[in-house]
């Protein structure tokens, strides 16, 4: 049977057009990966800010309670 040629462009149209869409999916599917690997990493700094953050809320709590700690039983006018 010989080959029909409308057929062989439309299949050679149909495989170029899958073919640059498959392009297109892996060029937008590499954007998202590293819009990801960019949102991961600052994460990451962020939880170091936090842990940074509460480590200072912590020794600024000590220091109250110690302070607070002193000045119980005082007497007001003892300066």
Known sequence: MPEDPIAHSELAALTRRFEEVAGKH????????????????????????????????????AQIIELLTQLVGRRPDAG
């Not at 892996?26 to 962020?46: C, H, M, P, W, Y």
């Open 26 to 61: 892996d060029r937008e599917f590499g954007i998202i990966k590293s819009d990801l690997t960019a949102v991961r990493l600052q994460i990451g700094n962020l939880d170091q800010k936090v842990e940074a953050l509460d480590q200072k809320l912590d020794r600024n709590q």
